[in-house]
């Protein structure tokens, strides 16, 4: 007896949910999980009530039945989604996940593999990284699969994710791009010397009292837009190891024949130097000259031929350090007449009154910008504090 006929057996003899029942256990021995999530959403309709055909998907649901149908389609596409990583399929059983944005099954089903197969690895970034189910784990299959130039190209280009994803691949470009580095040093210092060097020796350290050896000829180690392209993204980068990592980057770059370093827009002209600069202020080293290296760049730059972004970094650098008060009054100096939607990740003038707690700099801001409601905002929000505006 064919599947058919004993459907229709089954229908005239039980009853319709008898035979969705058989249905279901036919779809998945067939592994046809698009066609079990429908038989699911069959077997619910039924349940409700509803009209086993429909001529719309949830087109004819009557509003009181609508929570407990969207719930079934929900449990049908974890049913579905779970047949099929048990079978493990995860390029099938993702759409059913995604269908519901329930991401986390997925996310420790990819923990578990390792792409074999170009196409197989094709499929899995595309799912980890692309469309967001494991995006870190996406980007180090990337990074390893394809290499640091299509990673770079990745990042570049942005993908899903929050912001703790976007740091974790970033510090994973960092490390890879440094490691490359590493072992290249360690290659070349080998051949030229004749003894490997040890393989727990920094970039920084390889490098000390080799320069001149290293940089003959015009010789650099990594492709040198890789190396300015990971420098420059380190920007993004929190106070970490990586960050440690991106000065030593940095230190590298500036041994490079001037040809080869690449230069950036203001304030990052000497990228390798200034961004250098950046870092290690941001670490704690050196503060006090970092801060006036880059408020003289703040002062002296050209609005009209460079714009407001050299006051931004300045401005975003104090933030970063905790320097609240300054930060403010650095605003309020370079920035009150910039369009706050053209200063990029510097930090607005509400978010550093927040943190300062005082917004009578704003108010002071919103009058230079003429802005009525900021102004009129900041007054209420200092009297609220019970402070004076001034």
Known sequence: MS?????????????ARAAVVRLLEELRQRRDYTGYFYALVLDKRLELGLPAVQPRFDSDVPEELAPAYEQGIREAA?????????????????????????????????EQVEPQEPEQCQQYV???????????????????????????????????????????????????????????????????EGIEPSPALSVRELLRGREQMLFGEDFYHIDTSHLSSVVQFAYYLPVCEELRLAVELCEYGQHINPRFQYPGDPPF????????????????????????????????????????????????????????????????????????????????????????????????VAQRRGNLVDYTAGLIQVLASGRQPT
Not at 3 to 15: D, F
Not at 127 to 136: D, M
Not at 271 to 276: G, I, K, N
């Open 126 to 192: 595309q799912i980890a990284l692309y469309e967001g189910a494991h995006p870190r784990l996406g980007f180090r299959w990337v990074l390893k699969y394809y290499g640091i130039c299509n990673a770079i190209t990745t990042f570049s280009q942005g993908f899903p994710g929050t912001q703790e994803d976007r740091v974790d691949c970033l510090k994973q470009l960092v490390r890879a791009l440094y490691e490359e580095l590493r072992e290249r040093l360690r290659t070349d210092i080998a051949q030229r």
């Open 269 to 364: 002209e000497q990228t390798y130097f200034d961004y250098h600069i950046y870092f290690r202020t941001l670490l704690g080293e050196d503060v006090e000259a970092g801060l006036e290296h880059f408020r003289q760049k703040a002062e002296t730059a050209d609005v009209e031929q460079v714009g407001y972004y050299p006051a931004a970094v300045y401005v975003g650098l104090l933030e970063r350090l905790g320097r609240h008060r300054e930060a403010v009054e650095a605003y309020a100096r370079y920035l009150s007449r910039a369009d706050p939607q053209q200063l990029g990740s510097c930090p607005t003038i509400y978010e550093l009154c927040q943190k300062l707690g005082d917004y009578r700099p704003l108010v002071d």
């Open 78 to 110: 974890r049913q579905a989604g779970r047949l099929a990583l048990a079978d493990q399929n995860i390029v099938a059983a993702w759409p059913f996940f995604r269908m519901i944005q329930e991401h986390q099954e997925i996310a420790q089903a990819l």
């Open 3 to 15: 599947i058919y006929e004993e459907l229709e057996n089954l229908v005239h003899a039980r009853g």
